[in-house]
């Protein structure tokens, strides 16, 4: 695709974006926002039950952000819900998503205007996602970590990306421009069967199964905060801390979300191939955390590897 000229046209934006506890956070992402060049929008903060000041905070440093609040029961997905829904009433014409911890660029949000201007109303943005301190990959359509294509998947060379650059795999929710017409075609946050993590993903599949296309618009870029690693707990590999990974509300690896996931847009064929071996493989890690914490299980361990290799190994080596 060539580049094409910028489009005037400046249609009415809302960002939304949730927040729980995160002031120093979402204070200078809000700080980011307002140094945008894109003179058409209003800032949505969806505080979820927030104890930390950041209404009172929020209100003092930022008037112009319409604050709206939760009981601390929205988690990810009711928040944007919420925040979308109050988009769509007050007539806007496209919503963009973004995280509570993210530095957008002062150009980010007219670029990825312009790209839905310029590929059509059946497009949907989504910025360059980089992270602060570079220990992660930049991310410009690269598939999700489970699919088979992400071991060989490579990017364009930089040289040779064109203004918008079209992709086949769904963003996250750190920086994508979403006209309203997805939402009054395809519906918002499908929150009772992912009320927190790959809502954003199955959103996403949602509209592409619908028609539209994703783009990357080149010249938009959100920089990402990494997640603080949880701290380390001395019972990650008892029965709590297994259920924790396994199927709590806030562990990406929740297997029953991730499951619907899959299942729901993925042929049955490669939903097995993909779904098992990953619950497989989770598995096979939190029984080796759990053995290598009973000591007492070494030994009897051992004997038994030694007795169901040795005859085998005895014939391997001619005894």
Avoid at 149 to 163: G, R
Avoid at 228 to 235: G, I, L, V
Wanted: glycine share 6%; with cysteine.
């Amino acid at each position: 695709m060539q580049d094409s000229p910028t489009v005037d046209t400046t249609p009415r934006v809302f960002v939304v974006i949730p927040t729980h506890n995160r002031w120093r956070e979402t204070e200078i992402s809000l700080g980011r926002l307002f140094e945008s060049t894109y003179p058409n929008f209003q800032i949505v903060l969806v505080e979820d039950g927030c104890t930390d000041d950041t209404v009172e905070q929020c209100k003092a440093k930022f008037p112009a952000v319409e604050i709206l609040h939760g009981d601390g029961n929205l988690w990810w997905s009711g928040a944007i819900n919420l925040g979308t829904q109050h988009a769509l009433d007050h007539d806007a014409e496209m919503v963009m998503w973004i995280n509570d911890d993210v530095r957008v660029e002062p150009a980010t949000m007219s670029e990825l205007v312009n790209t839905i201007q310029r590929t059509g109303p059946r497009s949907v943005a989504c910025a360059r996602i980089k992270a602060v301190d570079e220990s992660a990959p930049e991310w410009r359509g690269a598939p999700p970590p489970w699919h088979p294509a992400f071991t060989t998947y490579q990017d364009q060379d930089e040289a040779s990306l064109p203004q918008d650059i079209p992709i086949n795999h769904p963003p996250g929710g750190q920086g994508v421009m979403i006209p309203a017409s997805c939402f009054k075609e395809i519906g918002i946050i499908d929150i009772k069967n992912f009320p927190h993590y790959w809502a954003d993903h199955d959103f996403h599949y949602r509209a592409m199964e619908a028609g539209f296309q994703y783009y990357v618009a080149r010249e938009a870029v959100v920089w990402n905060v990494p997640n603080k690693t949880r701290p380390a707990s001395t019972d990650e590999f008892s029965l709590r801390g297994v259920r924790w990974f396994l199927f709590h509300r806030r562990s990406p690896m929740n297997m029953p979300t991730l499951r619907r996931l899959l299942k729901r847009h993925l042929p049955p064929a490669e939903y097995r191939r993909i779904f098992y071996p990953i619950l497989f493989r989770h598995l096979t890690w939190l029984s080796y955390g759990w053995l290598r914490g009973k000591p007492r299980l070494h030994g009897p361990l051992r004997a038994v590897k030694k007795t169901v290799s040795g005859p085998a190994s005895d014939r391997a080596s001619g005894r």
